[in-house]
């Protein structure tokens, strides 16, 4: 079977081919893509090439499929899968694999495994992982966005806190304390505000901390603090710009407390020395933005971590676990990962945007791979509606979802596209 894929063939190296598929395996599964989300790990993998920690060092000759936050439907099943999946179904996938101590992931690692592909092969292991799942929501791009929702549910579950009595550690947030999310503007970052909101154990407060006004706003529209006053929450939204000496105002909104649990969403090295500055008694600091320099680093006082019991941890990607608890709330309507989304593309538009992705600087990017699309801001389809009837039909339907990508509008896309 002939696909069309976005490969790497080494750093600054990406291209749109059509090629043939080997027959699969019987221990291997095919599958026709729909949705992938756009990361910026992947420009990471772009300019980084085989000096990435998952690329394969023979990519020049054997170039690998990107993207890794994809869902689709199953066309051909091994004999091995038979029982267990069948052809028609939908899938959703957890790329971070880690077979046998390998980092071989889709979208990093693999010849005909990759998101930004029409159709693609899937090895063996990742379903004796239990990393491909049964999907049966309605929406492939929740699918989609369910990836890099699961590294955000894991960043809250890698948190933990300790307890002097006896030297347990308490795994989550503190039950009641104050939360910072520092760069916390971006797409991850809404999804890391929307989603201790559904915890048992919530945060008294959300502190958001950005230096861009227009993130900030869409952030404050999408999340307001009212939405998260309905959920027992106080959500505070502080442009770190507007203040001479940021730690005081930030103290200021804990009485002078500290943050419990601070997540960094920017690898800048005066955030990082800002947030530790910041942490409560027994605070704890999750790193979770990774940097593409491999020797970042910054000044971490050690003085607090020994006598106030402060902690470091860094936690990228998500498990099995944190996919399905992501899927599960999608589908009870508690997290909306539609919040991410800004903008539309087809395959065609994946390899410029991947290249351009630093200069963006507003939501996620949602491709879907059977059709050609240019990058297209959600917020244009009006305009464009005016002369375009697929985007005045795409319109109509995110207003009727205050603003957002929705179900009702992929299938309207799909269904212009004949992509079935």
């Known amino acids: 079977m002939k696909t069309k894929a976005v490969r790497l063939y080494g750093a600054n190296d ?10 699969i395996k019987d221990d291997e599964i095919l599958v026709k893509i729909i949705s992938d989300s756009i990361c910026m790990s992947t420009y990471k993998l772009l300019i980084q090439g085989k000096l990435h920690k998952r690329a394969p060092q023979d990519i020049e000759k ?17 004999k091995k899968w038979q029982s267990e999946f069948k052809v028609g179904e939908k899938f959703a996938q957890q790329p971070a694999l880690n077979y046998k101590g390998s980092l071989a ?17 899937v090895p063996n292991e990742v379903m004796e992982l239990g990393c491909l799942l049964h999907y049966n929501g309605e929406a492939f791009f929740d699918a989609s966005l369910a990836e890099p929702m699961s590294c955000i549910i894991g ?33 991850m970052g809404l999804g890391a ?7 048992a154990h919530k945060p008294k407060q959300i502190v958001v901390v950005d230096i861009d006004d227009h993130r900030l706003n869409r952030a404050k529209e999408l999340v307001s603090p009212q939405y998260g006053i309905t959920h027992g929450v106080s959500i505070t939204y502080v442009n770190s710009k507007n203040y001479s000496n940021p730690y005081d105002e930030l103290m200021k909104l804990t009485n002078g407390v500290g943050y419990h649990d ?14 530790d500055r910041l942490l409560a008694f027994d605070g704890c600091f999750n790193f979770f933005a990774g940097p593409a320099d491999k020797t970042f680093s910054a000044n971490i006082n050690l003085y607090n971590c020994h006598y106030t019991s402060t902690h470091i941890l860094g936690s990228t990607g998500g498990n099995v676990d944190d996919l399905k608890e992501s899927l599960l709330l999608s589908s009870q309507n508690k997290i909306r990962p539609a919040l991410m989304v800004s903008h539309i593309c087809g395959i065609d538009t994946i390899a410029n945007t991947v290249v351009n992705l630093p200069k963006f600087k507003n939501g996620k990017i949602l491709s879907y791979t059977h059709l050609d699309l240019p990058l297209t801001a959600i917020s244009d389809f009006a305009t464009l509606g005016q002369t375009n009837p697929l985007f005045a039909q795409l319109h109509i339907s995110c207003q ?10 992929e299938k309207i896309l799909l269904t212009h596209f004949h992509v079935t």
């Open 193 to 199: 505000i929307e989603y201790p909101l559904t915890l």
């Open 105 to 121: 992931s889709p979208g990093y690692s693999y010849r005909f495994y990759g998101g930004s592909a029409t159709y693609a092969i």
């Open 400 to 409: 009727k979802h205050h603003g957002l990508w929705n179900a009702e509008a």
């Open 262 to 275: 601070i997540f960094v969403y920017a690898p800048i090295k005066e955030i990082c020395e800002l947030g």
């Open 62 to 78: 054997n170039p690998i499929i990107i993207g890794h936050e994809f869902a689709g439907t199953i066309i051909q099943v091994g």
């Open 155 to 187: 960043g809250y579950n890698a948190m933990y806190h300790t307890n002097k009595r006896n030297y347990q550690h308490a795994s989550g947030i503190k039950p009641n304390g104050n939360v910072l999310i520092l760069g916390g503007a971006g797409p």
């Open 14 to 23: 990406l291209r749109l081919e059509t090629f043939e598929l080997p027959e």
